[in-house]
């Protein structure tokens, strides 16, 4: 779904500006109802998907994706993977059929190139090689490489479904605005554990279910973390993205991209050096936080793997619908979650031992399963009220027995055998 919208360039902008365009843009409140997914897919060879594909094979897969007529935005990741991002719809049906279709044409169009969309939350053996070359991705790779490892990895070996929901009403209850804060904090937990689908890295297992989920924890924390928990959800946001730090200052009239060290957008305001930022530095700056929630005039829930199989998207932007739209389940998620967030312990989410065992366990954890078990029993009872078709309603109700109900995620299945045997199918978990 497209992001919050700021005004390109303009004056200076001052710290109150600022903080008032972050209250009042991130957060658009009331109805109507609209729904969004963003697919991150990995792009592989379509019989030997432990190679590399080359660069000049990844040019022509993009070409030919993009040729295609998709209802849908097509981007490309800095690591050659291929996103797209529903337009806002006002039904899970309509967000279904349109993405179902256009994955149906890229495909084709790659399968065309012996090419295929591999559902890995990261990539089980290519190292991290960057594809895009453009200047903003040089100063991120520079930003991030001061943390260490986990940010390259990011960039270019991993792969997510981002679930778009409505910020939420202004009054409370269960589709309220401080309710669905809250409650996509916690139930994020839920998902990563439910969803982890990464256990693997350039072959190797890594001790986690979601090792993508260990990457956003070993990026920078004020990069990624969220807004503490219990504060205003506007108020909190404004003042974690007031100070968090600027990943860099875009280039003007030729000159390079910089890299500050440890300067805030803050204290950009306040000393305008290198230069005076504007409205579009700010809105700028926001691309490049990555919490596990990211309020962008809409919700958009960071946190889930993607999934294996050609339709295993639809299991969590199914689940995630239901239970933020549909007021009773929400009401029962809620409930179920709610207690979870006296075991977080110190500090917000992603960096506190709740979301660590999400990513490392799944849904092996007790707490977590229990949860899991309530709110996706309460996902597929609200399906019908939503008006989810057949299809959807089976797959879900699929997941929940093969996977939920047993304490298992999709990285059980990949660590139950050896990633050689992945090779020995005709489409690897495609």
């Not at 503490?228 to 730090?245: F, H, I, K, N, Y």
């Not at 110190?346 to 977590?368: F, Q, V, Y």
């Not at 009872?381 to 089976?394: F, I, K, M, S, T």
Request: charged share 20%; glycine share 8%.
């Amino acid at each position: 779904m497209p992001a919050a919208q700021f005004n390109d360039g303009g004056p200076p902008i001052a710290e109150t500006e600022a903080a008032d365009l972050l209250r009042c843009i991130c957060f658009k409140t009331g109805p109507p109802r609209k729904l969004g997914v963003e697919l991150e897919w990995l792009v592989h060879d379509l019989h030997s998907p432990h190679l590399p594909v080359s660069p000049g094979r990844l040019r022509a897969a993009h070409a030919a994706a993009r040729s295609l007529p998709l209802r849908s935005a097509l981007t490309v990741e800095p690591g050659g993977q291929l996103e797209l991002s529903s337009l806002p719809a006002a039904s899970l049906t309509e967000v279904v059929d349109s993405v179902s279709a256009d994955l149906t044409a890229v495909r084709g169009a790659l399968h065309a190139q012996g090419l295929a969309l591999a559902g890995f939350g990261q990539d089980p053996w290519q190292p991290p090689r960057r594809f895009l070359r453009e200047p903003r991705y040089e100063a991120m790779q520079r930003c991030l490489d001061r943390a260490g490892p986990s940010g390259l990895a990011m960039m270019c070996t991993s792969a997510s479904i981002q679930v778009c929901v409505d910020a939420g009403h202004e009054e409370p209850g269960p589709l309220g605005l401080g309710r669905r804060w809250l409650l996509a904090h916690l139930l994020g937990a839920v998902l990563v554990a439910a969803f982890a689908n990464s256990p693997y890295a350039q072959g190797t297992r890594t001790g986690w279910r979601s090792n993508r989920q260990a990457l956003w924890a070993g990026i920078e924390p004020g990069r990624t973390l969220a807004p503490p928990s219990g504060a205003e959800p506007r108020a909190a946001w404004a003042q974690r993205v007031l100070d968090a730090p600027v990943m860099c200052v875009r280039a003007r009239d030729g000159e390079p991209w910089q890299v500050p060290e440890g300067l805030t957008f803050r204290e950009w305001t306040r000393g305008r050096q290198p230069r005076a930022p504007d409205r579009a530095d700010l809105a700028y700056h926001l691309t490049t936080l990555f919490p596990p929630v990211r309020p962008q005039g809409h919700l958009e829930l960071r946190m889930i793997d993607a999934q294996p199989g050609a339709d295993g998207w639809l299991v969590p932007l199914a689940v995630t619908a239901a239970l933020f739209d549909d007021p009773q389940a929400a009401e029962i998620a809620y409930r179920a979650v709610k207690p979870l967030g006296e075991t977080a312990g110190a500090g917000p989410a992603p960096h506190n031992p709740l979301w660590e065992t999400a990513a490392r366990k799944g849904l092996s954890d007790p707490e977590l399963h229990a949860a899991a078990v309530v709110c996706f029993a309460a996902a597929l009872d609200a399906l019908p009220r939503l008006g989810a078709a057949e299809p959807v309603r089976q797959a879900v109700a699929a997941y929940v027995e093969r996977y939920v109900s047993r304490g298992r995620c999709p990285a059980d299945d990949l660590l139950d055998s050896d990633l050689d045997d992945l090779l020995d199918q005709e489409e690897p978990l495609r």
